[in-house]
Nanobody, 124 residues
Framework: QVQLVESGGGLVQAGGSLKLSCAAS????????MAWFRQAPGKEREFVAG????????GYEDSVRGRFTTSRNNAQNTVYLQMNSLKPGDSAVYYC?????????????????WGQGTQVTVSS
């Protein structure tokens, strides 16, 4: 397994941007598919974005498509989530997750490594 640490969260006004990072430790990061999930108070954890092990394919939840972009740097064992045009509804704790394999999934139970989360708060 890999160990994951997120950073980059914070407070931002609606319409603003944030870039989250997720640093991985452990071996063979490039063999892991990565994903971002988020969880708002009183709500279930939901899929936000996923990226394939080699970074060639990414997918997004409908409400963030066109505003969020995920990318990765396998040489630096890091995955990113660039969030633009933020809305108050994007406020949540954001988690990165990892699973072995080539293809990302939106199903959280398929991921066996999780970070501790980073808080994103968007004010109106």
């Amino acid at each position: 397994q890999v160990q994951l640490v997120e950073s980059g969260g914070g407070l931002v006004q609606a319409g603003g941007s944030l870039k989250l990072s997720c640093a991985a430790s452990g071996r063979a990061f490039s063999t892991y598919t990565m994903a971002w999930f988020r969880q708002a108070p009183g709500k279930e954890r939901e899929f936000v974005a996923g990226i394939s092990a080699d970074g060639s394919m990414a997918g997004y939840e409908d409400s963030v498509r066109g505003r969020f972009t995920t990318s990765r740097n396998n040489a630096q064992n890091t995955v990113y989530l660039q969030m633009n045009s933020l809305k108050p509804g994007d406020s949540a704790v954001y988690y990165c997750a990892a699973r072995l394999g080539d293809t990302w999934s939106s199903l959280n139970f398929l991921y066996n490594s999780w970070g501790q989360g980073t808080q994103v708060t968007v004010s109106s």
